[in-house]
């Protein structure tokens, strides 16, 4: 089964740059579009950006030039680079696929346990 382990996130100052890695196993990761969703405190879970499995991507607007996602299909792991962090990037990251988030054979609603980005202002 699908398995996703979040790592990379921190506390950073505003204007500071973080890079979140997410590893992937128990399916071959190259057929999978993925994303990096985020959510914070009291708000709905929402797409940041997704990349395809030969590496085209997609950005929500606010994340447009400040975030960069990639994939090495080689080490089965998707990535996140921020750059110029603001305290309202402050959520827990999850990786997952895209689109139907959770959705994998066998599993339901699954998630990993995400990484916490905290930016302090």
């Known amino acids: 089964q699908v398995q996703l382990v979040e790592s990379g996130g921190g506390l950073v100052q505003a204007g500071g740059s973080l890079r979140l890695s997410c590893l992937f196993s128990g399916s071959i990761f190259k057929i999978w579009t993925m994303g990096w969703y985020r959510q914070a405190p009291g708000k709905q879970r929402e797409l940041v950006a997704s990349i395809t499995g030969s590496g085209s991507t997609n950005y929500a607007d606010s994340m447009k030039g400040r975030f960069t996602i990639s994939r090495d299909n080689a080490k089965n792991t998707v990535y996140l680079q921020m750059n110029s962090l603001r305290p309202e990037d402050t959520a827990v990251y999850y990786c997952?696929?895209?689109?139907?988030?959770?959705?994998?054979?066998?599993?339901?609603?699954?998630w990993g346990r995400g990484t916490q980005v905290t930016v302090s202002s």
């Open positions: 997952n696929r895209y689109p139907d988030p959770g959705s994998w054979p066998g599993l339901r609603d699954y």
